[in-house]
């Protein structure tokens, strides 16, 4: 089988602790990108989950305020109460 040549840019940093990774795993970085697409490929899918920070920092301030009861509004028992409140000059 032929083999073909990629480039791939990577930070330094993230460069030599992949390469370090790859050291403890018996394998060189070549080993893991190939694993990478040859499981890529058989599956059709991406073999791993990708996310973000959910929630970000932001949100999960938000959160732990609204578990603590901070900043939440008082409960109403109606439409018209809460309608009152929103009209009433404060």
């Given at each position: ?5 990629i ?7 993230l460069k030599?602790q992949?390469e370090a990774f790859?050291s403890?795993?018996?394998m ?5 990108f190939?694993i990478?697409a040859k499981?890529t490929v ?6 791993f989950?990708?996310g973000?920070?959910?929630p970000?920092?932001?949100t999960r301030?938000?959160?732990?305020d609204?578990r603590?009861?901070i900043g939440?509004s ?10 009152e ?6």
């Amino acid at each position: 089988m032929a083999t073909s040549n990629i480039n791939i840019r990577m930070d330094s940093e993230l460069k030599r602790q992949f390469e370090a990774f790859c050291s403890d795993m018996g394998m060189s970085m070549t080993t893991a990108f190939n694993i990478f697409a040859k499981k890529t490929v058989r599956e059709y899918r991406i073999p791993f989950e990708i996310g973000a920070d959910i929630p970000n920092a932001e949100t999960r301030k938000a959160i732990e305020d609204a578990r603590k009861g901070i900043g939440l509004s008082k409960a109403f028992s109606s439409v018209d109460e809460l309608m009152e409140a929103l009209n009433a000059d404060d």
